[in-house]
């Protein structure tokens, strides 16, 4: 790593380098080395900045989770505008077509990791818990402005839309799912409380015509 530095690029750059490994090659492949291969430079870089690579790796995880922070600000803003699957959905598409779901797989395989999250976060599975909560957050807006029934339950919505938005996109194998196929699991899953018509196909799709069944 070249000389002069700064501490936030050597981080950034470090955990730049471990998510591409992650994406890559999964939580088995991520080690010290393959970190600092990836960022092309010596190994002993990364523990001169962290007590060890569980120590890194917590911190990238909560690095990425204060993330979340910005997107759910700009996921509230938007209540009001546009339709309310539709918010979902990008907000979704977005938040599981990054790294979260690499992550989430990287915190459920390694012990230690998880030991030292739960010394910031007690409770909930990392970036999952504060997708839920940003999505809550947006409903609640989205209530407040009658375009969600007044009666609807955001707190089970919430982590119902994480959880099937969650095996939507789990299969790093497969190509990640079409945003037609996100918008129809929300709109199905939102149906009973959205205040607004919900076609269960996206737009630019051509909705059943009469006679025919979604199926």
Excluded: W
């Excluded at 994406?23 to 970190?35: C, I, K, M």
């Excluded at 092309?40 to 990364?46: F, M």
């Excluded at 010394?119 to 940003?134: D, H």
């Excluded at 707190?155 to 918008?183: N, W």
């Amino acid at each position: 790593m070249p000389t002069g530095v700064t501490l936030h690029d050597v981080r950034d750059q470090l955990f730049d380098a471990a998510e591409r490994v992650l994406l890559r090659d999964g939580p088995s492949g991520l080690t010290s080395r393959a970190v600092t291969t990836e960022a092309g430079c010596a190994k002993g870089v990364l523990h001169r900045h962290f007590a060890d690579f569980d120590a890194f790796l917590a911190e990238l995880v909560l690095d990425r989770v204060a993330r979340i922070d910005g997107q759910a600000a700009a996921l509230r803003d938007s209540a009001g505008t546009g339709t309310v699957a539709g918010n979902l959905t990008g907000a979704l598409t977005a938040l599981f077509e990054s790294v979260a779901v690499a992550i989430v797989g990287l915190v459920t395989s390694r012990d230690d990791l998880r030991a030292r999250l739960r010394q910031a976060r007690p409770t909930g599975v990392p970036i999952l818990t504060e997708a839920a909560a940003m999505i809550a957050s947006y409903l609640t807006a989205e209530r407040e402005l009658g375009r969600v029934a007044e009666d609807a339950d955001v707190d089970t919505l919430a982590p119902t839309l994480i959880g099937a938005a969650h095996m939507l996109f789990a299969d790093r194998k497969s190509p990640p799912p079409e945003a037609g196929t996100v918008h129809k699991v929300v709109a199905t899953v939102i149906a009973g409380v959205a205040q607004e018509p919900l076609p269960l196909t996206a737009p630019g799709e051509s909705a059943p015509g009469p006679g025919r069944s979604r199926g």
